[in-house]
């Protein structure tokens, strides 16, 4: 009977590191579906944001500062308590939006939203750390003079 205890204790030791292993990818596979998820989310908030400044440029395209508040803040003015360098949404800095407009007065009137420099966080452990992203630029017609 000795020998049989014994083969039921190495197997359930077996089974517990098993476990261990099974768990730790499968913890690894779920954080790496929420970073991945995430930076989805960011990437279509930042997309969205853009579109919008760039609606509201071509709409009034003296007010290019409002666009890019916009893109900060999602609203034409500096929230009630933010100084006027403030971070926005995820973190963003007035310096990573450029707003231009070219070809004032032609045909080919065009406003141009440019996001550059955000960066993606991850906390899954093979791929952790942060990471600046690719630029997004929005191009749309002038509607307004």
């Given at each position: 009977?000795?020998?049989?205890?014994?083969r039921?204790s190495?197997?359930?030791?077996?089974?517990?590191v098993?476990?261990?292993l099974?768990?730790?990818?499968?913890?690894?596979?779920?954080?790496?579906?929420?970073?991945?998820?995430?930076?989805?989310?960011?990437?279509?908030?930042?997309?969205?944001?853009?579109?919008?400044a760039?609606?509201?440029?071509a709409?009034n395209?003296?007010?290019?500062?409002?666009?890019?508040?916009?893109?900060?803040?999602?609203?034409?003015?500096?929230?009630?308590?933010?100084?006027?360098?403030?971070?926005?949404?995820?973190?963003?800095?007035?310096?990573?939006?450029?707003?231009?407009?070219?070809?004032?007065?032609?045909?080919?009137?065009?406003?141009?939203?440019?996001?550059?420099?955000?960066?993606?966080?991850?906390?899954?452990?093979?791929?952790?750390?942060?990471?600046?992203a690719?630029?997004?630029?929005?191009?749309?017609?002038?509607?307004?003079?």
């Amino acid at each position: 009977m000795h020998v049989r205890e014994m083969r039921n204790s190495r197997r359930r030791g077996a089974t517990v590191v098993e476990a261990a292993l099974v768990f730790l990818m499968l913890m690894m596979v779920v954080l790496g579906c929420f970073d991945f998820g995430f930076v989805l989310f960011q990437y279509q908030t930042l997309v969205h944001r853009s579109s919008s400044a760039a609606r509201y440029a071509a709409i009034n395209p003296t007010d290019l500062t409002g666009a890019q508040n916009i893109v900060l803040y999602g609203q034409t003015t500096i929230p009630t308590g933010k100084s006027s360098g403030a971070a926005g949404i995820f973190g963003l800095v007035p310096s990573m939006v450029a707003i231009s407009r070219a070809n004032t007065g032609q045909p080919e009137d065009r406003i141009t939203v440019t996001l550059s420099g955000y960066r993606f966080i991850f906390v899954a452990p093979f791929i952790a750390g942060s990471f600046v992203a690719n630029p997004i630029n929005v191009s749309i017609p002038v509607e307004g003079s």
